[in-house]
């Protein structure tokens, strides 16, 4: 067992690990050596238990990014699967949004059809790594309570040996084509007919999310909106695809087919050029090709640049005379404005005489999302709900939400840029560049407000409407905030502390006699007086926190507030479940770069020295 689980992360966020035979730095490698061979089709197993545990019936779908190991993998766990007695629906190449959009449409015409969903990706990690989600038929991927008896389950069976012995020998038969194993090629076969199922019903339920009603004519008349739209003020967007599953899904044809001018580089499969994450340098290239192609048509003022397997894609923006790409916070953030002006232009969210908000809707986010959140929700007078950095976790709180009555209609993690639209339950570079679209093509005409005159009402900002609005005057609109990149530098740090509970009971010491020195000085400089302290395990927050350790191994934030009691700055910590990195972050309200720098300073100091202690 140890030797098939070493170096793998199991998290509920999925299980990963470098699968290729050459190593860390293997770049394009199809092979995986047997141990992780073994990995594969054991997960493969704890599903099928697992599921048939559910009482599920029906088909399993398996799906995967573009990495080079990818097919290895695929063909460790179909013979599994169909030793099991599952029929396999093989996607091959897909993107995750893509594969989860069609395992849900596949349960909504028949519930009995459809078991649920294996992908196999490492997400945004390295081309080398790669790894498995799971997933039902809701959309999304397991809630982290589920993926902790996947996780118990795969420990148990990896214990015992006949188990392994059993899994040995189905890999054989498969790899040397045995009869009693020959409907694996069946399955392949199969697979180009599936695939066209999966890119029909994700532009379908893509179209669903974005207009907010499923297809029919209220769909269509929003569809006809931003068409026209598009018409009045025409619009470009540029992708760099760097040779992810975006490359073969909907994406060129989503957009052509709304009238918005499309160009891509690096769209071959599998062809990965630069750095998976996209953020920081990695957005460069999209930052560049955006710049020649608006020089040569200056509607194209969008480019996005997706993870590989394309549930992530963070902007780059044309803003006044250069590209620039966004921050992940500001990325969000705009998501958010969009969504909410656009509960508020359907009559989803009204408010009565005196501007208060009627019935109850909300926003859900992970626990280091900036607190410009706070001030937009705050804006159209509805509540912040936080959870533990995680997509299960931000989707659960959510679904939670709904059933207390709640209208979330949009959620997610602002500290990757990850926006998720209600029905979606998984993050898309599509639907974000939805709310942007609709917020710059649906307009204020006659006596009806467009979205952004919407924002600019709700926000105290009218007289900044002007009805040749540009995106440079949506971006100057959001309230300002500077926050740590996810993926700077500054933002992971190595601690040998295994204990994050001893670690963080350590850290509130020196913390709690930093404060008590440093009081007066972040009064005088930034007007603080205060905090308080909250902890985020799954979808549990714990405000007025006594004891920092007992965040554990969850988020611990620290809020700063003003003399008004309002909050204005953050300081935040949590190791990473899929990574090994432990994660810090400060956010601050204003321009002013130097209060950041001051407080992820202050903050890496303090971790430093707890760690040290």
Known sequence: MDAILSGMILSVSGWRGVFSAWGEDAGYCLDIPPERRLFAAAAALVFSAYLKDLGRTGDILIGRDTRPTGRAITNAIIPVLLDEGWTVRLVNESAAPEIMAYTRSLGEKDPLSTAGFIYISASHNPEAHNGLKFG??????????????????????????????????????????????????????????????????????????????????????????????????????????????????????????????????????????????????????????????????????????????????????????????????????????????????????????????????????????????????????????????????????????????????ILGEGSNGGSIVHPAAVRDPLNTLGALIKLYTIRSKDDRKGLFEIWLHVSGQDEKYKGDFQLADILASLPAYISTGVSSDEAMLKVKTSDHCLLKEKYQRIFLKEWEERKEELKTKYGILSWDACAYNGIEEKPNLDNFGEAGHGGLKIGFLNKEGRKIASIWMRGSKTEPVFRIMADAEGMDRGFERDLIEWQTRMITQADET
């Not at 982290?144 to 054989?172: A, F, P, Q, V, W």
């Not at 769909?219 to 068409?227: D, G, K, P, S, W």
């Not at 340098?281 to 020649?292: A, I, K, Q, V, Y």
């Open 136 to 409: 039902l038929t809701d959309g999304g991927v397991l809630a982290d309570s589920e993926m902790s008896i996947l996780i118990d389950k795969l420990k148990t069976l990896l214990g015992n040996n006949s188990n392994i012995t059993r899994l040995e020998i189905l890999l054989h038969k498969s790899e040397t084509n045995i009869p009693d194993i020959g409907s694996v090629n069946k399955v392949i076969s199969e697979s180009l007919a599936y695939k066209g199922e999966a890119l029909k019903a994700y532009e379908n339920f893509t179209q669903e999310v974005i207009t907010g009603y499923s297809r029919g004519k209220e769909a269509e008349e929003v569809l006809a909106l931003i068409r026209r739209g598009v018409q009045e003020h025409p619009l470009g967007i540029v992708a760099d695809f760097n040779g992810s599953a975006r490359t073969v899904s909907i994406d060129r044809v989503f957009f052509t087919g709304l009238g918005i001018g499309f160009r891509s580089i690096y769209d071959i499969p599998g062809i990965i050029t630069h750095t998976i994450v996209p953020e920081g340098e990695s957005l460069n290239h999209c930052r560049d090709f955006l710049e020649t192609c608006h020089w040569e048509n200056p509607f194209f003022i969008f480019g996005y640049k997706p993870d590989c397997d394309g549930d992530r894609g963070n902007l780059v923006v044309w803003d006044h005379y250069r590209a620039r790409p966004l921050e992940a916070q500001e990325t969000f953030a705009l998501a958010c404005v969009a969504e909410l002006s656009y509960l508020v232009w359907t009559g989803q969210l009204k408010y009565d005489e005196k501007g208060k908000a009627l019935g109850k809707a909300a926003l859900v986010v992970n626990d280091p999302t900036s607190l410009r959140i706070d001030r937009i929700a705050q804006a159209f007078g509805i509540p912040v709900f936080r959870a533990e950095v995680g997509e299960a976790n931000v989707v659960s709180l959510a679904r939670k939400l709904r059933e207390e009555g709640y209208l979330v209609r």
